[in-house]
């Protein structure tokens, strides 16, 4: 069974902090993506990665896949109270056909104004 | 633009009630669709996927069963509720490019 585990579980940091939280597992994935939930809401996608090695930006959010595919990483910087929610990463294959995604329990963030 | 509707938002029913849930998507054909359960502010688990009309595979047994009675209509449905089947339900879909989730329901069972 694939599993993923994040790390921290909560964080409650103060505004303009930089934080990271990692996603680990034992297991190789074809992607792995990361997704931010607010209460009640459905989670968003925030970005996919698909190549071990690979970094994406978006804005203050940079993402890493893991040279073995195993594992990924997202740095926010000078955190802002909108970026408090539930971070999300989820890995599986990759492309047309059913994405089984298995889910981390999540990482909950809170900023601080 | 591709959307995807979910509702009822909230639900309360009594232990042993029958579950209709429902999920439609817009702007896309013959999209994968999925269903998932999230336990309070934690991770999802995956229920059913669906590839196709008819078409329905279970990842987890349980009280619940799934339908695709047309190309962008997912159902999960329950003739008996549980307190254990109380979560917070997902549908999603996708093309290969990451989940498009809708808003959940909210299920309580009392």
């Known amino acids: 069974t694939q599993l993923l585990e994040q790390s921290p579980q909560f964080l409650s940091i103060q505004e303009g902090e930089n934080l990271t939280v990692y996603c680990n597992s034992s297991?190789?994935?074809?992607?792995l993506q990361w997704y931010r939930q607010e209460p009640g809401e459905g989670p968003v996608l925030l970005v996919t990665?698909?190549?071990g090695g690979e970094v994406k930006k978006l804005k203050r959010l940079t993402f890493q896949f893991g040279d073995a595919r195993k594992d990924s990483s997202l740095h926010i910087t000078a955190a802002q109270p909108g970026d408090t929610g539930l971070y999300l990463c989820a890995g599986g294959p990759w492309g047309q056909g059913a994405q089984k995604l298995v889910f981390g329990q999540g990482t909950r963030l809170t900023i601080n104004p | 633009s591709q959307t995807i509707h979910q509702w009822p938002a909230t639900l309360v029913q009594p232990v042993g009630s029958p579950l209709s849930l429902e999920c439609t998507v817009e702007?896309?054909?013959?999209?994968?669709l999925y269903w998932y359960r999230q336990a309070a502010g934690r991770g999802l688990q995956l229920l059913f996927y669906?590839?196709?009309?008819?078409?329905i595979s279970s990842e987890v047994p349980q009280n619940l069963s799934a339908s695709r009675p047309q190309d962008r209509q997912f159902i999960l449905s329950s003739k008996k509720l549980l307190l254990s089947d109380s979560g917070f339900y997902l549908c999603?879909?996708?093309?290969?490019?990451?989940?498009?989730f809708g808003s959940g329901t909210r299920l309580t069972v009392v």
């Open positions: 669906s590839v196709g009309i008819g078409q």
């Open positions: 990665v698909v190549t």
């Open positions: 999603a879909w996708s093309e290969g490019l990451g989940y498009t």
């Open positions: 297991s190789v994935f074809s992607s």
């Open positions: 702007g896309t054909s013959n999209p994968n």
